[in-house]
Nanobody, 123 residues
């Protein structure tokens, strides 16, 4: 069984930065591609970023390209989301997820999800 635990959320002013972390409990972390999604109140879950199992490919949602960077450390079973130039519209609960499939932008492709961490960006 895989458990994912996010951390690093909080309150930040517009233009600031945060780094989210996601710890993967399983022994097969390197077998999974990892994704980040977010959901704001009253809105649908949105794809943010994804990274392939070995980190050689990354993917981003249009709204975060150029501002967010996803990375992973397979030796530590960790995936990260560096968020720069934050905007109030980035306010949401952020979730990391794990998949062995390849349609990284689709939330229903992911098998395991964390509990989420809240990010609030004030204007």
């Amino acid at each position: 069984q895989v458990q994912l635990i996010e951390s690093g959320g909080g309150l930040v002013q517009a233009g600031g930065s945060l780094r989210l972390s996601c710890a993967h409990s399983g022994r097969t972390f390197s077998a999974y591609a990892m994704g980040w999604f977010r959901q704001a109140p009253g809105k649908e879950r949105e794809f943010v970023a994804a990274i392939s199992w070995n980190g050689d490919r990354t993917y981003y949602g249009d709204s975060v390209k150029g501002r967010f960077t996803v990375s992973r450390d397979n030796a530590k079973n960790m995936v990260y989301l560096q968020m720069n130039s934050l905007k109030p519209e980035d306010t949401a609960d952020y979730y990391c997820a794990a998949t062995r499939r390849t349609r990284y932008g689709q939330s229903d492709e992911y098998d395991y999800w964390g509990q989420g961490t809240q990010v609030t960006v004030s204007s």
